[in-house]
């Protein structure tokens, strides 16, 4: 059973977050060929000031 972890920072909109839960699995099901019932996946959501760039902080 595939589980995607996407990482990413905080501020998308709930109808973002469910279309990259579904192309995401959908993809994932296509290339592991198995049913996309078998497909998790977790957002994590990561405030700005807890991620960083290029030695730069995104807040």
Same mark, same amino acid.
């Given at each position: 059973?595939?589980?995607?972890?996407?990482?990413?920072?905080?501020g998308r909109s709930l109808d973002q977050k469910k279309e990259l839960i579904e192309k995401?699995?959908?993809?994932? *099901?296509? %290339?592991?060929?198995c049913p996309i *019932?078998? %497909?998790?996946?977790?957002i994590q959501e990561v405030p700005k000031e807890n991620w960083g760039t290029a030695g730069l902080q995104h807040s």
């Open positions: 059973m595939p589980h995607i972890t996407l990482q990413m920072l905080e995401m699995s959908q993809t994932v *099901a296509e %290339v592991a060929k *019932a078998a %497909v998790t996946m977790t």
